[in-house]
C-alpha cells in the first residue's frame, strides 16, 4: 500500500489537472469571444456615422426637393403680367377666348345699326355676361384642385371662387331692370380679374395677358349697350323682324 501510494497520488494529479485545463480552455474562449465578435463588430460611434452618412444624402435630397418645389412655386406665383406673354397663348385658347367676345359685341352693334334699343338683346347680353363671370369662378376651382398647382385648394382660393357665381345669378335676377344686371356683370368680371391677377395664385402669364384683353372687351360692349338704352329709342325685337 506504501508503494502504490505515490502512483495513485500521480494518476489523482492528472485527473485533476485535467478538468483544470478545460476550464482554462473555456475561459480563454471565453475570454476571447466578446473581443473577436467585437473586433468582426463595427463600434456603436461608427454604425451611426454609417447611418448618418447614409441617411443625410436622401435628407438633403428631399430638402432640396422641397426648397426647388417652393421656388417654382413662388416664381410661378409672383410671374408678372405682360401683354407681350399674349402670343405665347396656345391657339385653341386664343381662337376661342376670342371668339367667345362675338356675343358680347353683337348686341351694342346691332343696336348701333339700326339706332334703337332692344331690351331682349340686351337682357340676352347680360345672361351671357353672367355666365361667362360664372364660368371664371369654376374655372379658378378647377384650377385649385390638381395635385401640385400653385393655387391651394383651400379657403381663400375655393371661397374666392364661388363669389362670381353667386353675382352672377344676382345679375339673371335684375330681368326688369337691364342696367342693374350689366352693372352686377361688369362688377363679377371686374372682381374675377382682380383675384386672377393680384389676390389669388397663379395662372400662367399668358392666360393673365388674354383674360385682360377679354374682360375689358367685354366691359366695354357693356358700357356701350347702356349708353345706347340712353340716347337711343327703345324698341321690341318684333319690330325688327317686320
Known amino acids: 500500500m506504501s508503494y502504490m501510494s505515490p502512483v495513485w497520488r500521480c494518476c489523482l494529479q492528472q485527473m485533476t489537472r485535467a478538468p483544470n485545463c478545460f476550464i482554462k480552455v473555456q475561459q480563454r474562449l471565453n475570454s ?4 473577436s465578435s467585437l473586433l468582426s463588430r463595427p463600434p456603436p460611434t461608427s ?5 448618418r452618412t447614409a441617411s443625410w444624402p436622401a435628407s438633403r435630397l428631399c430638402h432640396n426637393q422641397h426648397n426647388t418645389s417652393k421656388e417654382g412655386d413662388r416664381k410661378h ?14 391657339k385653341p385658347a386664343l381662337y376661342l ?6 356675343p358680347f359685341l353683337s348686341a351694342p352693334l346691332l343696336m348701333a345699326v339700326t339706332q334703337s334699343f332692344y331690351p331682349d338683346v340686351a337682357f340676352a347680353q347680360v345672361v351671357y355676361g353672367a355666365s361667362i363671370v360664372s ?5 379658378r376651382w378647377g384650377f385649385a384642385l ?15 371662387s364661388v363669389v362670381p357665381s353667386l353675382l352672377a345669378w344676382l345679375a339673371l335676377l335684375c330681368r326688369d331692370n337691364v342696367a342693374e344686371g350689366a352693372f352686377v356683370v361688369i362688377m363679377g368680371l371686374g372682381l374675377s380679374l382682380h383675384y386672377d391677377l393680384t389676390l389669388l395664385p397663379g395662372y400662367p402669364a ?22 345706347l338704352k340712353k340716347f337711343c329709342p327703345e ?8
Do not use: H
Not at 476571447?32 to 473581443?35: A, R, T, Y
Not at 324698341?235 to 317686320?242: C, H, M, P, R, S
Open 146 to 160: 390638381p395635385d401640385g398647382s400653385p393655387a391651394k385648394p383651400d379657403w381663400m382660393n375655393l371661397g374666392n
Open 77 to 90: 406665383t409672383q410671374e408678372g403680367f405682360r401683354m407681350s406673354a399674349l402670343v405665347q397663348a396656345p
Open 97 to 102: 377666348g376670342f371668339s367667345g367676345l362675338i
Open 206 to 227: 399668358w392666360f393673365k395677358a388674354m383674360r385682360t384683353v377679354l374682360t375689358l372687351v367685354a366691359t366695354f360692349s357693356l358700357v356701350a349697350t347702356l349708353a
Open 47 to 51: 454604425r451611426l456615422q454609417t447611418l
Open 32 to 35: 476571447q469571444g466578446p473581443s
Open 135 to 139: 364660368f371664371l369662378g369654376g374655372a
Open 235 to 242: 324698341k321690341q325685337i318684333k319690330e325688327l323682324q317686320k
